[in-house]
């Protein structure tokens, strides 16, 4: 089956700790990108890769950093210099060619412990 | 029944009924659009998309009208079912291979049967 995973669904963190939230896609897709969402709230941009080796900065970069070691995974490391972590974190990934949609993980739900 | 007008964040109709969802997007410069369904604890699902140079595309039970005069998309589901219950979202992209969405506030869905 082709698709995006995310892990781990549930995350917990202590004050001070980075974590890191890993997803990985099998579409063979250019494209990946971390949103984060609050509650009753819209997707919000962290970060995004077009290619291995290379990402940028999206709406809410700070306090998070991305790697793109490999073109099918992309994880995400929420610092300890983000203050307000907790909210559920969506990877996706898309086609470079043309209008393509983005493609949804399940999400990591992050909470402070 | 039939809603329409402007945002609503949420829309409750009957089973059976027509659900009009509507969104109004920011950037005139956007030139593709996504309609997404979101069930609680799970990451977005892709409806349906359309491209500028269209006003209307249909799918299976759904119809997405584009008025770019006034920046306006509406999602229309025919014969509701509640297992159409959710979170629903439009999102908007420049015509830029890999370029990140912008969502818009979503729309919570729910049929009662």
């Known amino acids: 089956d082709g698709g995006i995973t995310q892990s781990p669904k549930y995350l917990f963190r202590k004050e001070g700790q980075n974590v890191t939230l890993s997803c990985e896609q099998n579409?063979?897709?250019?494209?990946m990108y971390w949103y984060r969402q609050d509650p009753g709230q819209g997707l919000r941009l962290i970060y995004y890769?077009?290619?291995?080796?290379?990402?940028q900065k999206g709406d809410i970069a700070e306090g998070y950093s991305v790697s793109r070691e490999k073109k099918e995974s992309f994880p995400l490391t929420v610092t300890s210099a983000q203050k307000n972590p907790t909210a559920f974190y969506l990877c996706?990934?898309?086609?470079?060619?043309?209008?393509?949609?983005?493609?949804f993980g399940d999400g990591t739900r992050l909470s402070i412990l | 029944g039939e809603s329409v007008g402007l945002h609503l964040p949420t829309l409750s109709v009957q089973e059976g009924d027509n659900s009009i969802i509507n969104c109004a997007y920011s950037?005139?410069?956007?030139?593709?659009f996504i309609w997404y369904k979101q069930e609680s604890g799970k990451g977005p699902q892709f409806i349906i998309d359309?491209?500028?140079?269209?006003d209307k595309r249909q799918g299976q039970r759904v119809t997405v009208l584009l008025n770019k005069t006034v920046k306006h998309l509406s999602l229309q589901i025919a014969a509701t079912q509640p297992g159409d219950s959710a979170v629903y979202f439009c999102?908007?992209?420049?015509?830029?291979?890999?370029?990140?969405?912008?969502f818009g506030k979503g729309t919570t869905l729910s049929v009662s049967s």
């Open positions: 996706a990934s898309s086609d470079l060619e043309g209008n393509q949609p983005q493609h």
């Open positions: 579409l063979n897709h250019d494209a």
């Open positions: 890769s077009q290619i291995v080796n290379d990402f």
């Open positions: 950037n005139s410069a956007s030139d593709y």
């Open positions: 359309i491209r500028s140079n269209m």
């Open positions: 999102a908007e992209t420049l015509n830029q291979a890999g370029t990140a969405l912008i």
